[in-house]
């Protein structure tokens, strides 16, 4: 952020969808150069994430999933395709469709990023104390699910996220679907 620059009207501080714009902003700035450090974008993250999830999983229901469009999702899957994070191959059942599958190079690469990624939340939410980071994190999924019926309970078994491992902490590990195949 530009600490050179005036302060922010109060009006505008008084408005939480405007506070919560720039943390975002400020949070997806940092998570895109830690990916671009790695050579991929968002997109690139949540297909590999998905793909741990529910894997193997066609093309088309990727982009359903995530809601990127299928030109944009062909450009996405042939990077990661290219530099061996993923599998990709005709559909023995339908040979019009793609399935594509995570491979142990995806699957380390996505650890990386996952821990990296909970170094960056750890950084943007240093300022609160442990329980209001776990009272902030709580109330924005809540949030999430109101406007995203794809983050609601149910949907789907989300984990709540690793923390940042500290001096001499171990890794956090995979449980579920993901550490068995």
């Not at 469009?69 to 599998?87: F, I, K």
């Not at 339908?94 to 990624?117: F, I, M, N, P």
Request: hydrophobic share 40%; no cysteine.
């Amino acid at each position: 952020m530009d600490e050179t620059a005036g302060p922010l009207p109060p009006r505008l501080l008084g408005i939480t969808t405007f506070v919560l714009a720039q943390v975002g902003r400020a949070g997806r700035v940092r998570m895109g150069r830690m990916m671009d450090e790695h050579g991929l974008g968002l997109w690139h993250f949540a297909v590999l994430s998905a793909l741990d999830d529910a894997a193997p999983a066609s093309q088309r229901d990727l982009g359903a999933r995530l809601r990127i469009d299928p030109s944009d999702l062909v450009e996405v899957v042939g990077r990661l395709e290219g530099a061996g994070l993923v599998r990709r191959e005709r559909d023995p059942a339908d040979r019009r469709r793609y399935v594509v599958e995570l491979t142990g190079r995806g699957r380390a690469e996505l650890d990386e990023v996952t821990r990296r990624a909970a170094e960056l939340d750890a950084a943007l939410l240093a300022p609160l104390t442990p329980d209001d980071r776990a009272a902030f994190e709580r109330i924005a999924r809540v949030l999430l699910a109101h406007h995203d019926p794809r983050a609601r309970p149910g949907r789907a078994e989300a984990p709540a996220p690793p923390s940042a491992p500290g001096p001499g902490d171990a890794p956090p590990t995979r449980k579920g679907r993901a550490a068995r195949g």
